[in-house]
């Protein structure tokens, strides 16, 4: 935690290890100010976050891969699309 002080345009500097990074500003509580990193993702690509059983199969997926726990069988590539159309809705 650092304390700075903001100039005459109510501004504040983070220093050069936050240079060119997007943040976000939080000042919805007013007795309180958040800052936080961002990383920005395209909007076609957003629904991930939004559907958490598909975000948590992809990040099992990426653990999985990891630790190169990789599938014997053949994918079902017709029961995937079943899966797909439905967590679509």
């Given at each position: 935690m650092a304390?700075?002080?903001l100039d005459t345009k109510g501004r504040v500097t983070l220093g050069a290890k936050?240079?060119?990074q997007t943040v976000v500003i939080d000042d919805s509580?007013?007795?309180?100010i958040?800052?936080?990193?961002?990383?920005l993702i395209p909007a076609d690509e957003a629904w991930l976050y939004h559907n958490q059983t598909a975000l948590g199969?992809?990040?099992k997926g990426l653990d999985d891969?990891?630790?190169?726990?990789f599938a014997v069988a053949?994918?079902?590539v017709d029961g995937d699309?079943?899966?797909l159309d439905d967590i679509e809705e």
């Open positions: 304390t700075k002080t936050f240079a060119g509580d007013p007795t309180c958040t800052i936080r990193p961002m990383v199969l992809v990040r891969a990891r630790s190169g726990n053949s994918p079902d699309l079943d899966w």
